[in-house]
Structure formats: C-alpha cells, structure tokens
C-alpha cells in the first residue's frame, strides 16, 4: 500500500432518493438520504473494508462510486480524474479500471451463457476481443488465475459450486485489468468454510495485481482478515474511520463497539477486555433519521446532548476519525 497514492477521493457524497405520491399529479412527500455526506479516500494497493447494518447505505455508496446511481451532490475521484458529472460514454473507458464484483454468485451470471462468455463478454463488450485464439488464451489465463481449470470454460454456471461460481464472477471483474474492484458483500452467501478461500483468493490476487478493494460487509468477521483499514456506516454517515488494528483492539463509537460485540473473539483475552454492548433496536429509516447524533435511539451511553446536536467527524491524534461527543466534543 502507498499511503500517498489515492485510488479513489470521496467528498461528502450525497445520494438521496424523492418518495413520490399521487397517480396523476406525483408530487415528492419525502427523500430517502440513503448516502448523506460520506467522505473517504482508498490508497492504491489498499483494502478499505465498508461495514454496517442492512440499509445503511454502503452498498448504495459502491453503486454510486462506480457511477451506476445518480449523486444528488459531492465528488468522487478516480486516479485523479473527477468523474461526479459523467455519463454512460464518459463511463465506458472507466468502467474497465472499476468493476463490481457481486454478492449472489447464483443471480449475478446468466444461466445461459457458457463460462468462457461470461468471462469474456466485457472484452467483447470494450471491442478487445479482435481475435478467437487471442481470446481463448485470456479466459483461460483468468480462469486460472482465480484457480479454476481452463477446460471448464465450456460448462454453464449451474455446474459449478457457490465457491466456483464466486471464482467466475471475479474472473470477469478481472477481465479488463481492472485496478479497482468494488465488492459487495462477495462472500457472504457462500458457507462459512468457502469464505475464507474466496477472501484468500482476494488477498493473493491483489498482491499479485496491485489491486485496490473496497470490500462492503454488514458485520466485522469477515472484513477483518482483509481489510488494511474500516469505515463503519450508520444511517447514511460514515460514524468511525480507522485501520484494522485501531479498530479490533480499541473501537472509539459506540456503534462500533456493538458491532464487534456481536463477533466472537478466539482470544479470550481480548474477548474478556472489550466488554459488552449488545446493539438493540431497529435501524430507524433513512427517511426520517433521528435529529442529533443518528445512532442516539439505540446508544447505550446517550447523553442529552446527543438529541440535539449532530456530532461532526473529528480527526483525532492517533489518524483515525470518529462521529461522536463522548471524543473531542
Ligand atoms: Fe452515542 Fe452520543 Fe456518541 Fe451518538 S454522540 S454515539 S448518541 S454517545
């Protein structure tokens, strides 16, 4: 990782959705902030790991990073070129150096189409597969390096194990020497014996490549053995901001603390030192986030301030950030 060599900026991205009423005179009743003022950088040869619950807007994030969703307002940067106002054209030589790689390795490739098509349909599609043998070679030379056989590029994706088929999905995010790869949730409908090959795989693969991850996941397990840094998501906000060591050893947020109070630790040592806050409630909606502090509804150590008074993002000494008063306010 080179810490002064950013991937990807991103500046207080908004992405917010009209709720619409009315058959014949829509008129807008509300807005869903599903992104509301999210700022990180990703270094190259970086993973960040994007964690939160269900809803809290991290996978909207990714879809919005890779210009799949309309930005209501912010910036995003990629190798140094803005590229909030593109459109699809503008997109297209992008897209070969940002890919997305799936959560439901059954739903995101066609069930028609033979492996090798999968795989090598974005080289069709960026007009870069000129030439049958040349083509042939590349599927083959991906599908090996995501360790699947070269002579299964002829099967159809019901042949294959959830595992295998996550190893596909990869194989054509790779396609077009993608430097950045977005991946949501991309192992977690696989059985826990299968995550920790994929993640592997990740790992080997982006030491091999250089490539640089955002990795979304809704709890802290998974992200931890991959991740070089964590920005935790409440409710449309990044809360806390930190690397992988600052974070498992010593969360600041309360938020963050339930969140890995809910993953078993195989030290006991540690699991008897991070004490426990259970999180309970639900994610209140993004269509009416609570004033004050977002998180003030299910925080165990609330204070009257919290009702009133949205905590900013502070840097503190140590190079992590954290949203809350009880740090810095
Ligand atoms: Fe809890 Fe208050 Fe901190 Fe929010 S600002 S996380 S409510 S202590």
Same mark, same amino acid.
């Given at each position: 990782?080179?810490?002064?060599?950013? /991937?990807?900026?991103? @500046?207080?991205?908004? /992405?917010?959705?009209?709720?619409?009423?009315?058959?014949?005179?829509?008129?807008?009743?509300?807005?869903?902030?599903?992104?509301?003022?999210?700022?990180?950088?990703?270094?190259?040869?970086?993973?960040?790991?994007?964690?939160?619950?269900?809803?809290?807007?991290?996978? &909207?994030?990714?879809?919005?990073?890779?210009?799949?969703?309309?930005?209501?307002?912010?910036?995003?940067?990629?190798?140094?070129?803005?590229? &909030?106002?593109?459109?699809?054209?503008?997109? @297209?030589?992008?897209?070969?150096?940002?890919?997305?790689?799936?959560?439901?390795?059954?739903?995101?490739?066609?069930?028609?189409?033979?492996?090798?098509?999968?795989? $090598?349909?974005?080289?069709?599609?960026?007009?870069?597969?000129?030439?049958?043998?040349?083509?042939?070679?590349?599927?083959?030379?991906?599908?090996?390096?995501?360790?699947? =056989?070269?002579?299964?590029?002829?099967?159809?994706?019901?042949?294959?194990?959830?595992?295998?088929?996550? @190893?596909?999905?990869?194989?054509?995010?790779?396609?077009?020497?993608?430097? =950045?790869?977005?991946?949501?949730?991309?192992?977690?409908?696989?059985?826990?014996?299968?995550?920790?090959?994929?993640?592997?795989?990740?790992?080997?693969?982006?030491?091999?490549?250089?490539?640089?991850?955002?990795?979304?996941?809704?709890?802290?397990?998974?992200? @931890?053995?991959?991740?070089?840094?964590?920005?935790?998501?409440? =409710?449309?906000?990044?809360?806390?901001?930190?690397?992988?060591?600052?974070?498992?050893?010593?969360?600041?947020?309360?938020?963050?603390?339930?969140?890995?109070?809910?993953?078993?630790?195989?030290?006991?040592?540690?699991?008897?030192?991070?004490?426990?806050?259970?999180?309970?409630?639900?994610?209140?909606?993004?269509?009416?986030?609570?004033?004050?502090?977002?998180?003030?509804?299910?925080?165990?150590?609330?204070?009257?301030?919290?009702?009133?008074?949205?905590?900013?993002?502070?840097?503190?000494?140590?190079?992590?950030?954290?949203?809350?008063? =009880?740090? $810095?306010?």
């Amino acid at each position: 990782m080179t810490a002064s060599d950013p /991937v990807l900026r991103v @500046r207080d991205l908004k /992405v917010h959705f009209p709720i619409t009423s009315g058959i014949l005179a829509r008129r807008q009743v509300g807005t869903v902030k599903a992104v509301d003022g999210v700022s990180f950088t990703v270094n190259r040869g970086e993973t960040l790991g994007l964690v939160g619950e269900s809803g809290c807007g991290k996978s &909207t994030t990714g879809l919005a990073v890779l210009r799949m969703l309309d930005i209501t307002s912010g910036t995003v940067e990629f190798e140094g070129e803005d590229i &909030t106002g593109y459109d699809r054209g503008r997109m @297209r030589p992008i897209r070969r150096r940002m890919q997305m790689v799936y959560q439901d390795p059954y739903g995101s490739l066609n069930p028609r189409m033979k492996v090798a098509d999968i795989v $090598g349909e974005p080289l069709v599609v960026h007009g870069l597969a000129t030439d049958r043998d040349k083509y042939r070679a590349r599927v083959a030379d991906l599908l090996r390096m995501v360790g699947l =056989l070269p002579d299964m590029a002829e099967r159809y994706p019901h042949e294959f194990s959830g595992g295998q088929r996550q @190893r596909i999905g990869i194989a054509r995010a790779l396609a077009l020497d993608a430097t =950045l790869l977005i991946c949501d949730e991309p192992v977690s409908a696989l059985d826990v014996s299968i995550q920790a090959q994929v993640v592997n795989l990740f790992m080997e693969l982006q030491e091999r490549l250089g490539l640089t991850y955002i990795f979304i996941a809704h709890d802290l397990s998974v992200v @931890r053995h991959i991740s070089d840094r964590i920005a935790v998501m409440y =409710l449309g906000r990044i809360v806390e901001i930190a690397t992988r060591d600052q974070l498992y050893k010593d969360p600041l947020h309360p938020y963050t603390k339930a969140l890995l109070a809910a993953v078993p630790i195989a030290d006991p040592e540690l699991e008897a030192a991070r004490g426990q806050q259970i999180i309970s409630g639900e994610i209140p909606s993004a269509l009416r986030p609570p004033p004050g502090c977002r998180f003030h509804t299910r925080c165990p150590v609330a204070m009257a301030v919290c009702k009133s008074i949205d905590p900013p993002m502070r840097d503190m000494p140590d190079g992590r950030a954290v949203a809350c008063h =009880l740090h $810095g306010g």
